[in-house]
């Protein structure tokens, strides 16, 4: 199963962080009509998980989208990192980010994915928000080490149905592929850019499942600017060392040019499902089930009210694993 999505953001990005240059919002508009234009050709409907202030900012993207046949998820309200957010921080971004997007196309939204896959061990109540705001489907979890966190402990990378606090959300994490024993991610973003087709095309055509995931700015050719130091920290509200700064520079730079044609290229050899189609024809039953604890519930299970809030550790286990096939 492979599975087609894209994070749709930057006109709010280029607006928050630039203060809105006609040319790039130029740039955006015509990838935006020129990726449309393929999957129609392709006759294919992707995920595209939106900011919820893009609702707001630019309706008629969003609309443009819905009505083109794609499925509208949800990708957080002004694209803070659920990381670096509380719990009731988190709850009530993605309630505003969901009605925005809901009232926007008249319908329910189920799907979501936070921005940098910013759900992790350090957030398992993530899941518990998200089932609380009627999201069913999630594509957070970047199941391998990374920069800004990733969530390692999940395991491997296929889907399975996360339980926090007995809220259960419908998991589709990243797909990685091993390299030399390294687990490594090869199917979307800067990933994408950087390795050669060669390489992504056996990985996809080599796998049961496959995660896709694309920002229009990944697939526009041009040289970003070194974000400044404050640019930096009031986007990714951490140090803008020059070593940070530098590392993302080259992040946005590196295979640019070449993205658009890999894109057509993969599109036109594999079928692609959006979320909501691969929900449906997902065998759950023979899926794993993870459930998520924090120190915080083991404290209060094994001595009686327990409340040390400093650390919180994940465990995760699997508690079920059914290999029957539901009629
Ligand atoms: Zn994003």
Redesign the pocket.
Known sequence: MNILTF?I?EWYIERTLHGGRVEKYRQFDEMLDRLMALLDERGLSATCFCLGKLAEERPDVVRRLHEAGHEIGC?SNI?TWLNKLSREEALADTRVAVDALEQCIGQKVKSYRA??FSVGESNPWAFEVLAECGIERDASVFPASRDFGGFASYGTSEPAVVTYNGRSVKEFPVSTVSVFGRQMVCTGGGYFRLFPWWFIRSAVAGSDYTMCYF?LADLIQEDHTMLSREEYEHYFKEKGTLLNRTKRYIKSNLGTSGAFSKLQRLLAEQRFENLETADRQMDWQAKKRITLHSSLDMNNNQMGGGNDLRVIVVTVAITERAYTRCA
Do not use: C, M, S, V
């Open positions: 994070d953001e990708h694209h921005p940098a920002h």
